[in-house]
Each structure stands twice: as C-alpha cells, then as structure tokens.
C-alpha cells in the first residue's frame, strides 16, 4: 500500500494548485469528470488504432469500453486517445512505409499527456509493432490488447481464409479455373465480422508473438475479435494496467532478451509470417535489446511448426483458438521456451500454458506430428544479400529450397505487371523471377509484393510455385518458395541492382546460401558501374523516410528514432 503513495506521473499534470494544474483539470472536465478522479490515482491512457479506414481495428472502440470498466473497478481514470491507424488493405504505397510514423505518433503522445501507463489497443499488421517502438521509447508500464481475429471466412460452404485465398483464387481465375463471378461473389463471404486477417497472417502473427513475450494477458492472441471473452480480457487487462503503475512494472523490464527469444520461438511453432522478423528487429532497437538477424536462425530455425493454419497449413485462427490458443502452444513447446521471462502479469510466463490442454490435435500438432520439422524463418547469406535476406521453409514448396537456375528479372514492380501476363515470356518453371526496387527506399515503405504472381503461361501449364527473389516483403498471409528482405537493397546499391536476365542463381535455403553465380572480378566491375536511380520524393514524410530509413536486416526503423528517451518532460505548456 506504501508503494500507492509514491508520486505518480500524472500529479505533474493534475495534482498542483497552481495554474497549471488549473487548466489541466478544468479542461478535462468539461467532459464530466468530477474532482475525485483527479486525487492522484493512476491515469491510463488507452491507445486506440480504432479507425473506419482500418477495417481489422474497428471495433476497438467497443474494446476500450471494456478496459475502462477494469481501470475505474481497480481505481484507476481512464482516458482513451487516437493516434494514427494503418489499415494493411487500405493504404497506398504500402502501410509500412508509415509504420515509423505511427511509433512517432505513439510515442510523442505517451509522453507528452499526463498519463501513468498505457493500454495499446492495435491489431492489423503495422499498429502492434508500430504501437510497441512507440512506447519503449517512453517506457511506461504497457500492456496490449490485440483486435483479434474476424471469424472464419466462409463460401461455398467451406472455410475460405483472409489472404491466403485471395491469392489462391487469384491465380485460378488468371488459369481459367475460376469465373470471374464466383471470384466477386467469394469476396463478401471472407471478411463477415470486424477483426484482423484470420490467417496467421502479421496480425496474428504479432498478437501471437506478444503473448508469448508477456506482454498481453493469456489468450490474447487467438480469441476472435467479436468472442464475448475478448471483451473480459479487455475488461482484466484494464484492472492489471492500473496494478502495473502501483508496481511500476515498466515494458523494457517485459522487453528483455528471453522475452524476444520466446516470440522467435513461437513465431516458428505458429508458422508466422516473415514480417515478423523486421518488427522485432525495430521494436529490439527501441528496447536497446541486442537482437540481430541471425537470431532468428539461432533461436528459431530448428522449431517445428505445429499450428496448422492458413497459409502453411489448412486451418483458421478461430480454429486455433478453440484448440486452445497460444497458451496450449506453448504449453506443447515448453521445453524450448524460457519459462522463468517476466510478463506484464508479473508472473513467470511459464504460468500462461501451465494447465493449457490442446482440444484438437489436428489444428494443435503434438510434436511427434508437426506440421513441418523445422520450420522457423531461415537467414539467407551469399554474394547477392551480404547483410542477409529470410525465406520462410514452412510456406515454401520442399523441392525448391535448393534450387539453381537463370534469372528472370524486373527492374521495377511496373515492369513486372506489364510483363507477367506476356505468353512469349521466356521463363520455365526452373526459371528464378527477381524483382528489384521494392525494398524500403525504393518502393518506398518495403511493400508486400515480394510473393510475385508466376508468370501466366507457367500458371496456364499447372505451375504454382517457383523461387522468386526480391528486396520486399511479403503479407504474413502469403506462401511460395519466396526470398525476401534482400539486404542491402537494389535502391541503396545492393548487389541486387546488378542481376542481369540469364544470371545463374544459386539457392541453398536449408544451408542458408543465396549466391549469383557470376566471377568476383565481374560483380566487381558491375558494381562499380551502378548509378543511384533518381529520388523522385524531394519533401515531406517521404524524404524524411527514404533519406534516414534502416535496411531491413536492421528493422527498417528512421535511423534518428532508435533507442529510448524516457518520459520525462521538461516544461509545462504555458
Ligand atoms: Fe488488417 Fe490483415 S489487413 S490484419
Ligand atoms: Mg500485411
């Protein structure tokens, strides 16, 4: 009870008789506060994505009403705020190229208003990560409510997932398989009710990894969006918030190096997306926590992928979290995480899968049945991606994962989509297709294009799957034998830039090899021939990020926004 008493933040703000305090308080009121909750219990902000042009997050302001009703119960004040939102299937160029502008957003705001802790409440791709660099750079107590997925998509009377369906009825349609029809009419039956993706695609992906890093409440992950229990879990995650303040239970004492080594972990048993890589990386950064590419392999590359969902298995999110969600999960892969890593609950995270039960061991593998053996994310090294690049094996086809051919390729996305659909391309289904210019200065923002269509004449003869090498990235709901986040990229003078059509290219993805077959003397001298393309973005948010942003390798964070400030502020504002 002593530890009550402690000063907290918000009495900077609220707690003075001067005129500071004055307009603080009397401002606030004129939304109906009474004088009592300004008497120096904890202030939470909730951090909302909420936002119509966010389709996965609309409902957050449904959530946020339950959180409030855990802080008033515990004695806190609840004080929800917007920052920006990024809707993954709505923005254009691509929605992490704003990623660093929402941990901008988030950041600034955690510190500049008189709050105690912070609730995030995010959910489709860019606001988990962009959420979580924002506030470990300030540093409050934090914890996450994730939007959750949508319930299973359903056509046809079968389950259709978000995503992963898309591109395959694309393809069908561009092979003459699927009526341009049924493909409208396929589109109102995958999306039927508010959430995120429900493949593990990012979201999934990045709700998964946060509750394997303790910084959600158990069963955070998989609990679809409109599920009565989501609204509990907001409603506890309000009361533990304000426990968090009185215990002064701050994100980087979550954020340690077990806890990311544990999201690693699980990311390979979910079969999560690739994507997951560079936010870990960026969010590592902030925390000031040593994480590095190859940790992913380290950590990661030998864990079998036991959840059989979309686009590595068959199954949807709403599936898994029947089964029993993340805490059966780990429960099933105990042996490999760290079980003594804090949480936001201050309990060893071994707590959240102590009792756990699987209740379908076909959407749950038991680890004598995985769905891939060793399945996490592969660091890919050689003359073509000195600083690395990653391929995900369990969304990949076997037979291709050591593959040598000539290349194919595109000098630009533009010169991609006027070619793919030419019948006199010269490729075969041995043919590697490269794609340069799509990495984060050059798309710019690192688009999700990595997984590049097969070209129709090859799609036409039954081809599905052939190895495609670029500098983006790919959505977490993709699959193919894809190798992305070259690094450096074409655009920063990678040796990308340099692959000429007919280029021999060799892939050893289980070796972790990515090698254009070409002498050194002959890299060398195309090397030295390369010119810079021109920077087309000479102001605003654009130029600021193409002249300051990381390689991918590094998290594509703004270079300047790297590490933490605390969340101290200096001066009053009058
Ligand atoms: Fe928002 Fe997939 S588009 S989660
Ligand atoms: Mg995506």
């Not at 994480?291 to 990661?300: I, K, P, Q, S």
């Not at 036409?460 to 090498?469: F, H, L, Q, T």
């Not at 690094?487 to 003078?493: D, R």
């Amino acid at each position: 009870m002593s530890e009550k008493k402690k000063e907290l933040r918000s009495r900077h703000w609220y707690g003075g008789t001067h005129k500071d305090g004055f307009i603080h308080r009397s401002w606030m009121k004129n939304q109906g506060f009474p004088d009592h909750v300004f008497d120096g219990r904890p202030i939470i902000g909730i951090c909302n994505t909420w936002s119509e042009l966010t389709p996965c997050n609309s409902h957050l302001r449904i959530l946020a009403e339950g959180v409030k009703r855990g802080v008033w119960e515990a004695g806190g004040f609840p004080v929800e705020f917007p920052v920006s939102s990024l809707g993954e299937t709505q923005m254009r160029p691509t929605a992490m190229l704003f990623r660093n502008l929402l941990a901008m957003d988030v950041e600034e705001a955690i510190r500049a208003y008189g709050i105690d802790g912070v609730v995030l409440l995010g959910g489709c791709d860019k606001t988990t990560p962009g959420q979580l660099m924002g506030a470990a750079s300030v540093d409050l107590p934090t914890i996450v409510v994730s939007s959750g997925p949508m319930l299973n998509g359903k056509w046809k009377g079968k389950d259709i997932g978000s995503g992963t369906d898309v591109w395959k009825f694309s393809e069908a349609v561009r092979a003459g398989e699927m009526s341009l029809q049924e493909f409208m009419a396929a589109e109102s039956g995958m999306s039927r009710s508010p959430g995120v993706c429900m493949t593990m695609g990012t979201a999934t992906t990045m709700a998964s990894v946060v509750e394997a890093m303790g910084l959600s409440l158990p069963t955070n992950a998989a609990l679809p969006a409109v599920d009565a229990r989501r609204m509990a879990l907001s409603h506890m995650t309000g009361k533990r918030i304000v426990e968090m303040v009185h215990e002064d239970l701050r994100l980087s004492k979550i954020l340690t190096r077990k806890n990311f080594e544990n999201g690693i972990i699980a990311n390979a048993a979910v079969g999560g997306s690739t994507n997951a890589v560079v936010h870990m990386l960026a969010i590592a950064g902030r925390a000031g926590v040593d994480l590095c590419l190859e940790d992913f392999d380290r950590v990661g590359g030998q864990v079998p992928c036991i959840v059989n969902c979309m686009p590595s298995g068959k199954y949807l999110i709403e599936d898994l979290a029947y089964a029993g969600g993340l805490p059966a999960v780990m429960n099933r892969i105990q042996h490999l995480l760290h079980a003594d890593a804090p949480t936001v609950v201050g309990v060893p995270i071994a707590k959240y899968w102590e009792g756990a039960e699987v209740y379908n061991d076909d959407v749950i593998r038991p680890l004598d049945n995985p769905l891939r053996a060793a399945a996490g994310i592969r660091v890919l090294k050689g003359n073509l991606a000195p600083n690395g690049a990653v391929i995900k094996p369990s969304a990949a086809s076997e037979h291709l994962l050591s593959h040598e051919g000539p290349a194919y390729v595109f000098e630009t996305i533009e010169d991609l989509k006027a070619k793919i659909d030419d019948p006199d391309l010269p490729v075969t289904e041995d043919t590697i297709l490269v794609l340069k210019g799509c990495g984060p200065k050059g798309y710019p923002g690192m688009a999700e294009v990595g997984n590049m269509p097969i070209p129709r004449r090859l799609v036409e003869k039954g081809v599905r799957d052939m190895v495609r090498i670029s500098d983006a990235r790919m959505s977490g709901t993709a699959f193919g034998t894809v190798v992305l986040h070259v690094s450096p990229e074409a655009n920063a003078g990678g040796p990308l830039a340099i692959v000429k059509t007919g280029d021999r290219i060799r892939l050893d993805a289980m070796k972790g090899e990515l090698n254009l077959l070409i002498s050194e003397e002959e890299l060398a001298a195309r090397m030295a021939a390369w010119q810079p393309p021109e920077m087309k973005w000479q102001r605003g948010y654009y130029k600021l990020y193409h002249d300051t942003v990381l390689q991918a390798d590094k998290g594509a964070d703004l270079d300047f926004l790297v590490g933490k400030s605390g969340d101290e502020v200096l001066r009053e504002s009058h």
